[in-house]
């Protein structure tokens, strides 16, 4: 898989993507754990790092139900997706992410959250794609990603130590 990502491989792709999201913000454990390799992990705050069908499920209880009506009504959306090939049959993802909600007690519309992704999917032996990881970034505390000069920022973000 050198240079880029078929214009098949990327329609295949994003179509796990939707399966991931539509699986997610409608509370299908079984099909949003479908969408990742056996032994995928998904990185959230503040669940962590969530390795295997115990960890999404442990995960997604978290999201799901912590918090009564909290989860309801959301729709992830993803983009400026960017795919580069990673190894011989991986895909690495980039994109940006928000999540519309639709508030189930007040009935308001709103953005909930922005942030960043950075997944790998692969082919599996089935020929099917799977995510092997999910690092998902919340744009909290004013920390997004800019590479740009600190004149940009009114004050610049502390650097992290190296």
Same mark, same amino acid.
Do not use: N, Y
């Given at each position: 898989?050198? =240079?880029? +990502? %078929?214009?098949? @491989?990327r329609v295949a792709i994003d179509e796990l993507m939707a399966r991931y999201c539509w699986a997610l913000d409608t509370g299908d454990f079984e099909g949003y754990a479908a969408t990742f390799a056996e032994d995928g992990w998904l990185r959230h705050w503040p669940q962590g790092q969530c390795v295997g069908r115990e960890g999404l499920k442990r995960a997604t209880d978290s999201l799901w139900y912590d918090k009564p009506n909290h989860y309801l =009504?959301? #729709?992830h959306r993803?983009?400026?997706v960017l795919m580069s090939p990673k190894g011989e049959n991986g895909v690495r993802i980039k994109?940006?992410? %928000?999540?519309? #909600?639709?508030d189930v007690e007040t009935f308001e519309n709103r953005v909930f959250g922005m942030g960043t992704w950075d997944t790998l999917a692969v082919r599996e032996t089935d020929g099917e794609w799977r995510f092997a990881s999910v690092d998902v970034d919340l744009w909290i505390k004013g920390q997004v990603p800019w +590479? =740009?000069? @600190?004149?940009?920022?009114?004050?610049?973000p502390a650097k992290a130590a190296e």
């Open positions: 898989m050198a =240079g880029k +990502v %078929s214009l098949e @491989d =009504g959301r #729709q993803f983009s400026a994109a940006f992410w %928000s999540i519309l #909600q639709h +590479v =740009g000069e @600190d004149r940009a920022w009114k004050t610049p």
